[in-house]
């Protein structure tokens, strides 16, 4: 696609549900990150991916938090048993592989559990 | 690991100011550097980047140059505009660890 797309743009949610924000990356982009950002904070680094293996997943913040990605494509985060604290918007981006590639960012999913 | 401290916010300025916002790391190796813009209600764009020491990276005005004697990669502009108002972080990326580490950001706020 032209850009990081991401799913769904909104999220309301009861605690407790679990819920699946879903990421399509841009072709041929190996890297895939995931962070979270809650209102008015920096950013906040969740998981990252090369392919289909995550190297570095220390950022996901409890055992509820989980990422699975398809091959070089989609991705998919799921929080299980959510709480209000998770309420923030969710960002995915990806990128070339190699640290000269900048990364390119999805418009985020908003996350509110009520 | 990669790290970055970032200006603390947020920061005010009059149209046609000069404005500075100081982003130093630290990272093993050599990193590539980036600054990247969040417009409200915008989803994160690069801005401008440089990949290799006394690189310049440079757009819309802004420019920032890669100093590695003091481990910097401080933001300028000379002349910023009402619509520069926005949220700026600072990344680091070094060659063989492909995460970008983010600095908090620094909210600017541009008043006519």
């Known amino acids: 696609g032209a850009g990081v797309s991401q799913s769904p743009s909104n999220k309301v949610t009861e605690k407790g549900k679990d819920v699946e924000l879903r990421c399509d990356p841009i072709s041929g982009h190996t890297a895939l990150y995931w962070y979270r950002q809650r209102l008015g904070q920096g950013l906040e680094f969740l998981i990252y991916f090369q392919g289909n293996s995550a190297p570095d997943k220390s950022g996901l913040p409890s055992d509820r938090f989980s990422a699975e990605r398809t091959g070089e494509s989609v991705s998919t985060l799921t929080i299980q048993r959510t709480q209000q604290e998770d309420s923030a918007v969710y960002l995915c981006a990806s990128s070339f592989s190699g640290a000269l590639y900048e990364a390119f960012f999805g418009q985020g999913t908003r996350l509110t559990v009520v | 690991g990669n790290s970055v401290t970032q200006m603390e916010g947020p920061v005010t300025l009059s149209e046609e100011a000069f404005l500075t916002i100081n982003c130093t790391y630290t990272?093993?190796?050599?990193?590539?550097l980036f600054w990247y813009v969040q417009y409200p209600g915008e989803g994160l764009q690069l801005l401008l980047k440089?990949?290799?020491?006394?690189d310049k990276g440079s757009n819309k005005g802004f420019e920032a140059t890669y100093r590695k004697e003091t481990t910097s990669f401080h933001l300028e502009k000379g002349s910023v505009q009402v619509s520069d108002s926005a949220v700026y972080f600072c990344?680091?990326?070094?060659?063989?660890?492909?995460?970008?580490?983010f600095g908090t950001g620094t909210r600017l706020t541009i008043i006519p």
């Open positions: 990344a680091v990326n070094r060659r063989g660890n492909e995460k970008l580490t």
């Open positions: 440089a990949t290799k020491a006394d």
């Open positions: 990272a093993t190796g050599y990193p590539s």
